[in-house]
């Protein structure tokens, strides 16, 4: 109830030995919203009430921890989108209770790098999968879409190779990497540190705030909030 940017909880209780929560309804979620409206007009809102939710989180020191499109709530009202809310926190947990050891958290096409490079994790992994979030808005399609397996530790090797592609070679997490290094051949690959933003230094110089190797160099939702979101993408 203290921000109308997350999920309201109405009430709870248990029904057959089912724990059963009650929340608001809503129409549809993000990406439902992405497949089937035209929002172009409303995405600056989109991004905006996103950003607000994760203001909150980070008040308080909570990393969402699956933070995508599917867990992002909508309200449609005369076809354009109404209201937008953050949603599903059973991931949720406050920093100090996240270890280093949590590989396997968050949605894979929204896996910030120092999950799966063992890093400390902070509100800076929903930054992250924001700007995946808001790379999908935009292009209706995932920044770091790969063909997943049940085999998480070969998808993490495939994910730092996208992110590669994207960023270039991880300078500054050398050591951390050093591993994926030895189990991928770099050499192979031609790294286009510019290719998926087609061309927009407006739209590569906001999403820089948000996606970027080193998590400290992130800004917080809070920071983002004060920067203006570029018309030319």
């Known amino acids: 109830k203290d921000s109308k940017y997350i999920i309201n909880i109405l009430d709870n209780f248990i029904m057959d030995n089912y ?14 919203v992405i497949k089937n409206y035209e929002y172009y ?16 989180l980070e008040r308080f020191d909570i990393i969402h921890a699956d933070l995508k499109p599917e867990n992002i709530l909508v309200s449609i009202k005369n076809d354009k989108v109404d209201k937008v809310v953050i949603s599903d926190l059973g991931s949720s947990d406050f920093i100090k209770n996240y270890q280093k050891e949590s590989e396997n ?28 979030i808001i790379f999908e808005l935009i292009y209706k399609s995932p920044l770091f879409k790969i063909n997943q397996t049940k085999n998480y530790k070969m998808d993490n090797n495939k994910l730092f190779i996208n992110h590669c592609r994207a960023l270039g070679e991880p300078h500054s997490y050398l050591k951390l990497t050093s591993r994926f290094i030895k189990l991928v051949n770099l050499n192979k690959y031609n790294f286009k540190t510019e290719y998926y933003y087609n061309n927009s230094k407006e739209l590569k110089d906001y999403l820089s705030h948000f996606i970027d190797w ?20």
Not at 20 to 25: A, M, P, Q, S, Y
Not at 108 to 128: F, H, M, N, Q, T
Not at 214 to 223: G, N, V
Request: glycine share 4%; hydrophobic share 35%; net charge positive.
């Open 41 to 56: 007009n409303e995405i600056e809102y989109i991004i905006y009430s996103m950003l607000k939710g994760l203001k909150h």
């Open 19 to 32: 724990h059963t929560i009650v929340l608001d309804r809503y129409d549809c979620d993000l990406y439902q």
């Open 214 to 233: 080193d998590y400290k160099k992130r800004k917080t939702a809070k920071e983002i909030l004060k920067i203006k979101f570029p018309k030319n993408i």
């Open 105 to 132: 958290i968050v949605t894979l096409y929204y896996r910030a790098p120092e999950i799966y490079l063992g890093d400390k994790l902070s509100c800076s992994v929903d930054i992250w999968s924001l700007g995946c």
